[in-house]
């Protein structure tokens, strides 16, 4: 039973424009959750994270939107790089439990 | 940030046979983690390995199967026992450092492994 999905497997944009990632979670126990980013070869890599009580969080260039009654968040990249095109995992837990559950990851190719 | 290496990075081998990964971190660290990513498809939990205590493990792994150590804080080791071609995966390895804020959760550079 897959507790978050991440409904668009492929994003392609163009360079300098915003890139839009989405996810959803089922688990109403989930309150933490992670944006990891991975390359071929490479495990995943720490973006940003929110925890439930917030609905924004930015760093930099990605910025995580959380909608809890929605069950419902999204990562922004802006501006979009050639370095960001890799495949981008939603992930999250729960308070007490450091344990992940992953979306299935979207590929984020960056057109120059 | 933990700095963690895996052994071997990859490895093909012969069905019915077993591997052993290794997974070494640089600073002690509160948890460790095995995650599988098979082909085309997202990381799935197979268990929490625990310091000095036998391995939690996630519905559908076993022991059997995946037998797991983790003798101190820093290391631990993932068995794959009695390979098919079905364990082809990518291991990673993923830990929560003794410092940090809830965020930090790093994973490994995963061991690709082709059973054939």
């Known amino acids: 039973d897959q507790q978050v999905k991440q409904n668009s497997p492929s994003l392609s944009v163009q360079e300098g424009r915003i890139s839009i990632l989405n996810c959803d979670y089922t688990?109403?126990?989930?309150?933490?959750f992670l944006w990891y980013k991975k390359y071929p070869a490479e495990g995943p890599t720490f973006l940003i994270s929110i925890s439930s009580i917030k609905d924004k969080n930015e760093d930099g260039r990605f910025t995580v939107f959380l909608n809890k009654s929605a069950k419902h968040l999204s990562l922004h990249i802006v501006p979009s790089q050639p370095g960001d095109s890799a495949v981008y995992f939603c992930a999250a837990r729960r308070s007490n439990d450091y344990k992940l559950s992953f979306g299935a990851g979207t590929t984020v190719t960056v057109r120059a | 940030s933990a700095v963690i290496s895996q052994k071997p990075s990859r490895d093909i081998c012969q069905r019915g046979t077993s591997l052993t990964i290794q997974c070494q971190v640089d600073s002690q660290v509160t948890m460790m983690f095995w995650y599988r990513q098979q082909p085309g498809q997202s990381l799935t939990l197979i268990a929490t390995?625990?310091?000095?205590?036998?391995?939690?493990?996630e519905s559908g792994f076993v022991i059997d199967k995946f037998p797991i150590s983790r003798p101190n804080l820093t290391f631990s080791t993932l068995t794959v026992s009695n390979m098919s071609p079905e364990d082809s995966s990518i291991y990673l390895c993923?830990?929560?450092?003794?410092?940090?804020?809830?965020?930090?959760?790093?994973f490994g550079p995963g061991t690709r492994l082709t059973v054939l």
């Open positions: 993923s830990v929560v450092p003794r410092t940090g804020g809830r965020n930090e959760q790093f």
């Open positions: 688990n109403s126990m989930f309150d933490y």
């Open positions: 390995a625990n310091q000095g205590s036998e391995a939690t493990y």
